[in-house]
């Protein structure tokens, strides 16, 4: 980076390492992850998730191949879960929670199979057997085929989101969010198992948001009925929705912005056309409205469709994506204007987000930057974090743990982390 001010590698290793700290206790009894407290003790009261089991099975990996003491048997300890207790050996899938028990969750989100705690499955698979965890390469081929049968949908190219526990109704509502971090488990699993066809559903999947960027100015709409037809309304009435919050989720068009990219950089002469400038104009759509939008830093949670903000929290990892974006475009364009954003937004995360006295980052602040928790209470999980510490030191491709291990292992493959 250009700028003086930004992070060095240093810091960024020693801050990778210090969120790694934060979160060792993070394996449940049951097997899988715990959600955190805000010291980082784990919330056995709590279900346990199977989208932040996969997250932490990925940011531990990640963790093994930095070399980092215990963290190859965190990583493990989180696997078991997903090869045990949030699988459903009776019907195939994943639960998207689990009790204390080890029931499956009544509800929404509980017993049901969801698009976008799947993909994370797969990422963590992709990511375990880059690290060359026990049980990686069963899980990630698991996952792959549950994906492939049930979410992946050959015809348009696009993704359905939820599933009954049985797999014999999907439900209507599909959604940006999941499809978002399918292309990102896409550009992993065609990394790591070497099958191009996983690198071309993740394009086929990119134009859905290459075309809505065109048609709605950068305001990413997020919600969709069965035939895909946009939701502009969905949640109006309660617009904090930590999942589906009503109106464009600055966030999400600052990650697209760099997964674009990431795109872009894998599938290189194959890639769609378009993703330079449509990652440009998410980025500067999502400045423009999001960043310092009611008088004070950070970036607001969500606006509405003329860009004012509705949701004025801070969330901790629209800042992470925000730097990570930055990194990329500065990478591909070389434009000094990118890393001029990418050390502001450092300054305000170690300002208002780092937490040097609990550990970890403060997962949600208010509109004037005071730590709260009314969306996402304690620090659930390490993901958003983690990555933005190490996405700016690698490639945009190969995908982040592919990345990380040559960069480790290959001398001259990539700057190895400080």
């Known amino acids: 980076m250009s700028d003086p001010s930004a992070p060095g590698d240093a810091w960024l290793d020693a801050e990778c390492r210090r969120l790694l700290d934060f979160g060792r206790r993070v394996v449940h009894p049951l097997g899988g992850a715990a959600w955190l407290g805000d010291d980082g003790s784990p ?71 969801s698009c976008y705690a799947h993909a994370f499955v797969m990422l963590a698979g992709s990511t375990a057997v880059v690290a060359g965890l026990p049980g990686g390469e069963d899980v990630l081929a698991d996952a792959a085929d549950v994906f492939e049968r049930r979410f992946w949908d050959e015809g348009p190219g696009r993704v359905v989101d939820e599933w009954d526990r049985a797999w014999t109704d999907a439900l209507p509502y599909r959604g940006l969010n999941s499809t978002m971090h399918a292309v990102e488990a896409m550009l992993a699993v065609g990394d790591v198992t070497g099958d191009a066809v996983w690198h071309r559903r993740a394009g086929r999947l990119a134009g859905l948001a290459l075309d809505l960027a065109a048609a709605h100015d950068g305001r990413l709409p997020e919600h969709f009925r069965a035939d895909w037809s946009v939701d502009l309304e969905l949640n109006r009435d309660r617009p904090d929705d930590p999942f589906k919050p009503y109106g464009a989720t600055v966030g999400h068009a600052l990650e697209w912005s760099r997964l674009l990219l990431h795109l872009e950089a894998t599938l290189g002469p194959a890639a769609p056309a378009g993703l330079v400038d449509t990652a440009r104009l998410l980025f500067e759509r999502a400045v423009a409205d999001g960043w310092h939008a009611d008088g004070a830093p950070g970036f607001v949670y969500t606006t509405d469709w003329e860009g004012r903000p509705v949701v004025r929290q801070r969330m901790h990892w629209v800042a992470a994506e925000a730097v990570a974006a930055a990194a990329a475009l500065h990478r591909r364009t070389g434009e000094s204007g990118y890393a001029d954003c990418y050390g502001r937004w450092w300054a305000y995360a170690a300002q208002y987000l780092v937490d040097l006295e609990q550990g970890s980052w403060h997962h949600e602040l208010d509109a004037a930057n005071r730590p709260q928790a009314s969306v996402w209470p304690g620090k659930p999980d390490l993901y958003h974090a983690v990555q933005a510490t190490l996405l700016p030191r690698l490639p945009l491709a190969p995908s982040l743990a592919s990345g990380l291990a040559a960069a480790v292992r290959v001398p001259g493959a990539a700057a190895p982390p400080a």
Do not use: N
């Not at 932490?56 to 990996?61: D, E, F, L, P, S």
């Not at 045990?84 to 509980?110: I, N, Y």
């Open 43 to 113: 919330d056995l009261d709590r279900p346990v998730h199977t989208w932040i089991t996969s997250r932490m099975v990925h940011v531990y990996a990640l963790g093994s191949l930095l070399g980092v003491e215990g963290c190859a048997q965190i990583a493990s300890g989180a696997l078991e879960g997903l090869r045990t207790t949030l699988r459903d050996a009776e019907h195939g899938g994943w639960f998207g929670a689990v009790g204390p028990d080890g029931d499956p969750v009544a509800g929404p989100g509980g017993a049901s199979k």
